[in-house]
């Protein structure tokens, strides 16, 4: 059930051939009748070939641009309108433009008021507007078809009709999907009204999914959620509506009015509430720099805000602010308009959501430089409803994430490091890489159920990244842990040395900071790695003996739950304050006591299971 929408300049008779081709009357309201020119969205549908295409009329006039971009946001198509006399006119341009962006292709062009041109006017001005497009929408889109029609005498008009059908089915036999890449239906609102005995009726054109009565739908923004309590499409009731048709819904009563701009959405579609967001500028903007914090607007789906803008530090981005949270989806155009004015400034696509805090910002920033670097430059023009930017979306969640699970059949992002089905950025695999040669190399290995948190990876990426690496590293699994299949290696003369300072220390241990800086931090490190040594705060270390012996004494025979103070530990260790706390806040991280106010509850004994330490018996 697709739509098609009218473009073109004021007054070249937009309404007047809706009114030919499907019998209706766009303009509804009294203004636009009294004064003949059409102000507001308007709405018809004709039949052709059994199969239902909806129509929306737009304002031709520059002041009603926004109007204008609120009903091209869904549309599957454009039927561009040039009067004959007039030819090509600013605002046909303008109008152009605004497809364009949103990624909407010209089905047709509709030559009017031939009657009134002077012969072989009407082949003159689909040519040039034809030559105009070509230069708008690049060389590889293809030329549409054209007619000259009179409105009033109904000449061309069935012609008409049965090219826009062709048209659309030339469209979907191309594969060219009628929905976002969403998980469920949803609409932005472009109209609303009350009905006696039916309550609030919005309507809009549906995407992304089937619309059912009963149907629970989120209000954004706001996320209020609401019930589809009556359902029609094209004029008749309906149980369930397919996504690229017309509907209009009778909801539950809402907490406040519902209007234009609103988005109505399925839970979990994939739709965002934004207030701070990024944007990738459509190629033909690339060149777009305005100054920090410019005062503009912005038509989003059938919504405009007010919203202040920011250059990213990388070019061909762009930071937005709105004044007032508006809904989109990841890939959804964006327009971005002079304020107060009609004159289009750029056109993007939603990015990311985000940036309105500094950490945030830097974090976004980051990512956005390190995913633009690895495509090189920014991807082609966009095609409606799919991603258009995909390559700079993948690779900019990459770099936010770290690794991401590609779809069955996915472009692989380029520079990611691929491991099975999951990518990685080059930065978080060169770390994963790291991170997996260094357990390696600890005594007893690192347990192999540890290494999702241990990595901060999901367990499918962290096996991913193992079937990869573990050759790489000469790493292998013994008794549930991971380890070098090449053995530790000898620990460095300077390393044992130290190891026997400790052992004779026994509870007296070492105090690095003390040392004197004498650079013993690798040696200390080493020896915890392999279990010869703990590390009580970073600064102070015992022998790996000393420190279950310490442990075991400040415990004693205490069962778990039983309490423990400081007093009682440092009488039972015969240890300084020095030493005593930060070796109960080791006991703290190893799982042997939690600490409640001042006094420590035991958990577990040494030895424990999942303690970490050994019986003192091994």
């Known amino acids: 059930m697709p739509v098609v929408g009218t473009a073109g300049h004021v007054d070249h008779g937009k309404s007047a051939l809706v009114a030919a081709l499907t019998g209706t009357d766009p303009d509804r309201l009294p203004e636009e009748k009294a004064r003949g020119m059409t102000t507001d969205l308007g709405f018809a549908r004709f039949v052709e070939g059994g199969e239902s295409i909806g129509v929306i009329d737009v304002p031709g006039h520059e002041r009603y641009i926004r109007n204008m971009v609120a009903g091209a946001w869904g549309v599957d198509g454009a039927l561009l309108v040039v009067a004959a006399d007039d030819g090509w006119m600013e605002q046909t341009g303008r109008h152009a433009e605004v497809l364009r962006a949103l990624g909407a292709p010209i089905l047709a062009l509709a030559i009017t008021k031939a009657d009134l041109a002077p012969p072989g006017r009407a082949a003159a001005a689909a040519a040039d507007a034809c030559a105009r497009l070509a230069a708008l929408y690049g060389p590889e889109a293809p030329e549409p078809p054209w007619l000259a029609v009179d409105s009033l005498r109904g000449r061309g008009i069935a012609e008409l009709r049965s090219l826009l059908a062709t048209s659309l089915g030339r469209l979907a036999e191309s594969g060219r999907p009628t929905s976002s890449p969403s998980r469920g239906a949803y609409l932005f609102v472009d109209r609303s009204f009350a009905l006696r005995g039916s309550g609030l009726v919005v309507a809009g054109s549906l995407r992304g999914g089937p619309l059912s009565l009963g149907q629970e739908l989120l209000r954004l923004p706001s996320g209020e959620a609401l019930r589809v309590r009556s359902l029609q499409s094209y004029g008749a009731e309906v149980e369930a509506a397919a996504p690229g048709s017309r509907v209009a819904i009778g909801l539950s009563r809402p907490k406040r009015e519902i209007g234009r701009g609103d988005c109505l959405c399925a839970p979990g579609a994939g739709i965002l509430e934004l207030r701070s967001a990024y944007l990738a500028l459509d190629p033909r903007y690339a060149g777009f720099k305005p100054r920090a914090g410019l005062a503009a607007e912005a038509a989003c789906g059938s919504a405009y805000r007010e919203l202040r803008i920011w250059p990213a530090r990388t070019p061909g981005f762009l930071r937005v602010a709105a004044e007032e949270p508006f809904a989109a989806y990841e890939g959804q155009p964006i327009i971005i308009l002079r304020k107060g004015g009609a004159d289009i400034l750029a056109a993007g696509f939603l990015l990311a959501e985000g940036g309105g805090e500094r950490e ?19 991807p082609a023009s966009p095609c409606q409803h799919e991603l258009p930017f995909d390559g700079i979306l993948r690779a900019f969640k990459l770099e936010l994430a770290g690794c991401l699970e590609l779809a069955t ?19 978080r695999w060169a770390s994963v890489a790291a991170a997996l040669k260094e357990a390696s190399l600890e005594a007893g290995g690192l347990p192999a159920a540890s290494l999702p948190s241990r990595l901060g990876l999901p367990a499918a990426a962290c096996a991913a990244a193992l079937a990869r690496l573990g050759p790489e590293l000469a790493l292998r699994l013994e008794g549930g842990n991971l380890v070098s299949a090449k053995g530790l290696p000898e620990l460095p003369r300077s390393a044992l040395e130290l190891a026997e300072r400790l052992d004779l220390a026994d509870r007296g241990g070492l105090d690095e900071a003390a040392e004197g800086g004498k650079g013993l931090r690798r040696e200390l490190e080493l020896l915890c790695k392999r279990g010869r040594a703990v590390s009580l705060d970073g600064r102070l270390f015992l022998s790996a003996k000393a420190y279950r012996a310490l442990a075991e004494a400040a415990l004693g025979s205490r069962p778990a739950g039983a309490e423990l103070s400081l007093q009682e530990a440092k009488a039972a260790t015969g240890l300084s304050r020095k030493w005593i706390i930060p070796l109960l806040n080791r006991m703290e991280r190893d799982g042997l006591l939690r600490r409640k106010g001042e006094i420590r509850l035991v958990l577990k004994g040494i030895g424990g299971e999942g303690s970490g330490l050994r019986p003192m018996s091994e």
């Open 409 to 427: 059949g996915a472009a692989p992002i380029p520079r990611a490091e691929a491991a099975g089905a999951w990518a990685f950025s080059p930065r």
């Open 360 to 378: 945030e910002r830097s974090r976004l920033e980051a990512a956005l430089s390190e995913a633009a670097a690895a495509l090189g430059v920014l």
